[in-house]
Structures are given as structure tokens and as C-alpha cells.
Nanobody, 115 residues
Framework: QVQVVESGGGLVQPGGSLRLSCAAS????????MGWYRQAPGKQRELVAT???????TYTDSVKGRITISRDNAKHTLYLQMNSLKPEDTAVYYC?????????WGQGTQVTVSS
């Protein structure tokens, strides 16, 4: 059984930073693409950033220059370093991972940016 668990969310002031983690565990043969999504209240879930097994990354325009996605393949862990946070970054952040040729979602971690 494979599990994906996010952590690192919390309350931060505008301009602050947070680092989210997404740890995959269980019977893992191979992890391909991984990504972070977010869903703000009353809005659809949107893609934030992706990381391929080959090391390529993509970002949605609204986070470019402020947010960095990275992964530690040995630890089966995905990270999202978020700097210069804005109130509009407030959302539940979800990790998605393509593991053993199946998609897995985590339960989400809340990020609130407010003074």
C-alpha cells in the first residue's frame, strides 16, 4: 500500500516563507512525475508546480520567482519552498505523485497567509 502525506503548512504573515514536504511511503517501485496543487475556498484546484523524474520543473505563472519545487528521490520526498508569500497564496496544498504507474493524492496541508 502506498501513502502520500503532506506536512509543513501553517499560518504565516505576508512576505514570509514556508517549506512544504510530501513524503511517499509503502511498496514503491518507481516514482515518476510529482506535483503540488492548491485549492482556495470557493475555487477549483489548480496546479502550482511539477517535477519530473528527469529533473524538469514547471510553475504556474503566479508563483514563478517565489516558489521552488524540488525532490529527494532517495527519500521519496517532494518539497515546495515558498517565499514572499501573499494572501492570495492561501489555500490547501495537495501533493500528487505518479507512483508505480498510479496517481496518488495526499490529504492536503493548509497554508494561510495573513497579518
Amino acid at each position: 500500500q502506498v501513502q502520500v502525506v503532506e506536512s509543513g503548512g501553517g499560518l504565516v504573515q505576508p512576505g514570509g516563507s514556508l517549506r512544504l514536504s510530501c513524503a511517499a511511503s509503502g511498496s514503491i517501485w518507481r516514482i515518476l512525475d510529482m506535483g503540488w496543487y492548491r485549492q482556495a475556498p470557493g475555487k477549483q484546484r489548480e496546479l502550482v508546480a511539477t517535477s519530473t523524474s528527469g529533473g524538469n520543473t514547471t510553475y504556474t505563472d503566479s508563483v514563478k520567482g517565489r516558489i521552488t519545487i524540488s525532490r529527494d528521490n532517495a527519500k521519496h520526498t517532494l518539497y515546495l519552498q515558498m517565499n514572499s508569500l501573499k494572501p492570495e497564496d492561501t489555500a490547501v496544498y495537495y501533493c500528487n505523485a505518479w507512483i508505480n504507474w498510479r496517481h496518488y493524492w495526499g490529504q492536503g496541508t493548509q497554508v494561510t497567509v495573513s497579518s
